[in-house]
């Protein structure tokens, strides 16, 4: 169990990192494009899609299990290590496939909302500093107010006027 949680957290780091590096840059998949499909079909200059980055979650599920397969299958061999030959190898086979794909969209998820920050910072700014200023206002309005003393208006004797009981009588309806 202990080997599975290391192995884990590995993945997800693997997969922060290989999603950083491919919102870097795209190189190899812009080369497997150009192998695979004709000119028509082939990706624009300014498209930034990779084999994690900017992909729906099948391509990228698709991606990291064969790339996690294929270095298990070098690793089976090529050292005397057995990864499919026990319960344990293929737990981590599976751990490190999982980790790999959530480490993506912990990478996505930073990255993004590092962007947006950058992009709302300076409104942000000026948003603190308005309410700040405002505030500074408001308590100086209070200070004032405590400090002058505020005579009320006398109020001007009510003209005497009919209960409603005698408004009744006088209509007749009592």
Known sequence: MGLELVIF????L???FLYWRESNGNGAYRFLNKLVNSKELQMTAD???GFVFK???LPRLVFVVSFVLVFALILEF???VSVFGSY???SAFSSFAVGTLIGTYIANFVIRSSKVIEEKSDSLEDIVHDTIEKGKDFIEDLKTKDAE???EPKEAPKKEEKSARERLKDKGLL
Do not use: D, S
Not at 9 to 12: F, G, L, N, S, T
């Open 9 to 12: 957290i590995v993945a997800i």
């Open 88 to 90: 344990n190898g293929i």
């Open 55 to 57: 992909q729906a979650f």
């Open 149 to 151: 003393v505020i005579e």
């Open 47 to 49: 498209n930034p899609k």
């Open 78 to 80: 090529l050292t005397p």
């Open 14 to 16: 693997f997969g922060i």
